[in-house]
């Protein structure tokens, strides 16, 4: 690769000068982020940084077997886990103080972690932190670059109704959303609008009965669907009623990352469903569960987990699926990259081929469930809620006035 390559097409690192930060003393990956900025985004491009490492430094590069969560602590993100369920650590300040953090109250990199997994592994005693969240999850939203937000409402399985439609178009008017758009996700997104008419705008969708579609959260983001046997005469089983079922059951519950999913009616697969995190194809005789399909940085095909004969059935296992990543998966993994940690048959045992133990990750899930399955919009729409999202000064008018 000549010097000009890119590496990092998050922040446009290019090779040279990585290998410049190598040659002035950058040995290890975190020297080399702080000085470049490279693999500090989205993290697809960390393995050819430690190539370059390799390549430059040869035997004097060591990488190590687990990276830590952070520069606070030399605990791996593994470690940490099983010390909060091994110790009993409940609170943020306990694991810091119990764990030997080096700093008094972390970072931006481990208290997010953190709250994460605290919130996984006690559900009805560890109260979430939103300071410990990025600016999209504390606002419950999408920022753009341009300061604004986008608000995406949840429609199940990708179906609407007329009257959700013409709520929609309602608030884009009278907040004057500069742009509405359809996503990949069979969601509308309505994209410009200000902080201090969040709350408004989520009271106007949530009159219309519509909820956060969670665009901007670790958490379930859509279930697409095609419109199976209800239309379409190649369908064989009822994928869009599935769909919506599975998105009614996991909605709002928080995950180490982002989780995508989708339902197709039969193999020619419209739903596109063996490129998600999980995703169902619908055959005469039952359902296909395929886990760990990527469509973004990285593009993977689905593995296969299971074959069922019931729809009851392929819920339990992806329900099961979804909680064993919540309790241990690393923060920031998507469902493919921890499987290719603890591998699929792993997986398997626990969910597909064990009851017992599917039964109890369903249990977990489902207590988890009853405490964090409220729609965050909802919370936030009360007069006293919207103070929080009102600007402190319009420091441009008083500049002009």
């Known amino acids: 690769m000549p010097p000009e390559s890119e ?94 953090w080096k700093t008094s109250c972390g970072c931006a990199t481990c208290r997010p972690a953190l709250n994460f997994y605290l919130l996984a592994e006690w559900p009805e005693t560890y109260r979430d932190d939103p300071q410990s969240r990025f600016v999209n999850e504390r606002n419950h939203a999408n920022i753009q670059k341009d300061g604004t937000y986008s608000v995406v409402p949840r429609m199940w399985g990708g179906m609407t109704t007329p009257q959700e439609l013409r709520a929609i178009a309602d608030a884009a008017e009278k907040y004057q959303v500069p ?9 509308i997104d309505l994209l410009g609008v200000r902080k201090e008419d969040l709350p ?7 009159a219309a009965g519509l909820v956060s579609g969670h665009a901007y ?11 199976g046997s209800d239309f379409c005469r190649f369908g064989t089983q009822d994928s869009t009623g599935l769909g919506i079922r599975l998105e009614r059951r996991l909605w709002g519950a ?84 921890w499987l290719a940690k603890v591998g699929l048959d792993w997986v398997r045992a626990q969910v597909v081929e064990d009851r017992d133990s599917r039964a109890a990750l369903v249990a977990r899930f489902d207590r988890a469930q009853a405490i964090f399955q409220k729609d965050p919009w909802a919370e936030r729409t009360a007069p006293e809620a919207r103070a929080a999202f009102t600007p402190l000064a319009h420091l441009a008018a008083e500049a002009a006035e």
């Open 7 to 100: 590496i990092c097409g998050c922040n446009g690192v290019c090779k040279g000068t990585i290998l410049a930060a190598i040659a002035g003393g950058a040995t290890d990956l975190g020297t080399v982020r702080a000085r470049t900025k490279a693999s500090t985004s989205c993290g697809s491009c960390t393995g050819l940084v430690e190539q370059l490492l390799a390549h430059s430094l040869g035997d004097a590069f060591r990488k190590p077997a687990s990276r830590p969560v952070c520069g606070c602590t030399e605990l791996a993100h593994e470690d940490v886990r099983r010390l909060i369920r091994a110790r009993g650590l409940k609170s943020m300040p306990a694991v810091m103080q119990e764990l030997g």
């Open 179 to 187: 742009a509405v758009k359809v996503t990949g996700g069979q969601r």
């Open 200 to 206: 408004r705008i989520w009271a106007d969708l949530n």
């Open 217 to 227: 959260g670790k958490a379930l983001r859509t279930v697409k669907t095609c419109v």
């Open 254 to 337: 928080w995950t180490p990352h982002k989780v995508k999913l989708a339902v197709s009616g039969c193999p020619r697969n419209c739903a596109e469903a063996t490129c998600k995190d999980v995703g169902i194809v619908c055959v005469e005789s039952g359902y296909e569960i395929g886990v760990g399909g990527a469509a973004g940085m990285d593009v993977k095909a689905t593995e296969r987990l299971a074959k069922v004969a019931t729809e009851d059935e392929a819920v339990e296992i992806v329900v099961a699926f979804v909680q064993l990543y919540r309790e241990s998966a690393n923060y920031l993994d998507r469902p493919y990259k």
